[in-house]
Nanobody
């Protein structure tokens, strides 16, 4: 059974930074494309960033381009999201999953709150 555990969220002022981590257990995800997603209050969950299994291709939601950076450590079965220049509109619960997402893999997510 795959388990994805997100961490690293918190409360930060606008302009600040956070680094999210996603630890996978139950199977290796080193050969799977992965992504970060987020869900803001009252909104649908949306794709934020994705990375192919080997890290050669990376893609972002337009609104986070130039501010967020996705990376992965396949040896550690871990996915990261470096978030800089955070804005209040980035406030959401952030999740990791495969890309495209696998329904059974959704975890609890990590809350990111950006104050103005």
């Amino acid at each position: 059974q795959v388990q994805l555990v997100e961490s690293g969220g918190g409360l930060v002022q606008a302009g600040g930074s956070l680094r999210l981590s996603c630890a996978a257990s139950g199977r290796t995800l080193s050969t799977v494309d992965m992504g970060w997603y987020r869900q803001a209050p009252g909104k649908d969950r949306e794709f934020v960033a994705g990375i192919t299994w080997g890290g050669r291709s990376i893609y972002y939601l337009d609104s986070v381009k130039g501010r967020f950076a996705i990376s992965r450590d396949n040896a550690q079965n871990t996915l990261y999201l470096q978030m800089n220049s955070l804005k209040p509109e980035d406030t959401a619960i952030y999740y990791c999953n495969t890309a495209p997402a696998t329904y059974d893999y959704w975890g609890q997510g990590t809350q990111v709150t950006v104050s103005s």
